[in-house]
């Protein structure tokens, strides 16, 4: 268990469908951040928040929205998605947003595997 | 030019031996340096953290930044099966909160 629990572990949806992913974190941390991980590229962040706060969006299309009740919980919210968003999703959390906490980096949840049919 | 680059592989490596992956940035900014390690079907997971140049050793692991090159590196001694994953290098600036990622390397260690 790494501290850093998201739910379902593996989502097919067809393109007109809602759904909505979900991150929950144990460790306490203020920040919490959604990435794309496509096969052959790089993590791409998509969203961060702190404190409940959205503090980046990374010029994400509309049909991704994001959701942060308080500071232990972040949705994902998907609507009209396309094949090429089929991807795995991460939650990631640490412990603030900015300064030297770099050194305990992220905890990441284990993803979503997510396929757009 | 990409920001990070990392070569993908996959590289696979008899148990026992040393391995060497490495990662190549253009982005002179950049002054954190983490190497995480990605089992399959799992979330990454923080493996070494440096700062600025220099090395940092942890067990059999072995961190390497040469920032006057922009090339970063891990070694992995005595490798294991158990050191079979994706090990993916990020970095960032003074102040950021945003890692920029290489795309993986995928390692096999062969009993």
């Known amino acids: 268990e790494t501290g850093v629990t998201q739910t379902p572990r593996h989502l097919v949806m067809g393109m007109t469908n809602k759904k909505s992913l979900k991150c929950e974190q144990h460790l306490g941390h203020n920040a919490m951040y959604w990435y794309k991980q496509s096969a052959k590229k790089p993590l791409e962040l998509m969203f961060v928040?702190?404190?409940?706060?959205?503090?980046e969006n990374n010029s994400v299309p509309s049909r991704f929205s994001p959701e942060c009740p308080n500071s232990s919980h972040l949705f994902l919210h998907l609507h009209t998605l396309q094949p090429e968003d089929s991807a795995l999703y991460l939650c990631?959390?640490?412990?603030?947003?900015?300064?030297?906490?770099?050194?305990?980096?992220?905890?990441f949840g284990s993803g979503t595997r997510l396929t757009v049919v | 030019q990409k920001e990070v680059e990392q070569d993908p592989g996959p590289l696979s490596v008899p148990e026992g031996a040393i391995v060497s992956l490495n990662c190549t940035y253009s982005?002179?900014?950049?002054?954190?340096f983490m190497w995480y390690r990605q089992y399959s079907r799992k979330g990454p997971e923080l493996l070494m953290y440096t700062y600025s140049s220099g090395n940092k050793e942890d067990g059999r692991f072995t961190a390497q930044v040469d920032k006057s090159s922009k090339y970063i590196s891990l070694f992995i001694r005595d490798s294991q099966p158990s050191d079979s994953a994706t090990y993916l290098c990020a970095m960032t600036g003074a102040g950021s909160y945003q890692l920029t990622f290489g795309k993986g390397t995928k390692l096999s260690v062969i009993p």
């Open positions: 982005n002179s900014a950049f002054q954190y």
């Open positions: 928040y702190s404190l409940e706060e959205r503090v």
């Open positions: 990631a959390s640490s412990q603030e947003l900015l300064g030297a906490e770099l050194h305990y980096g992220y905890t």
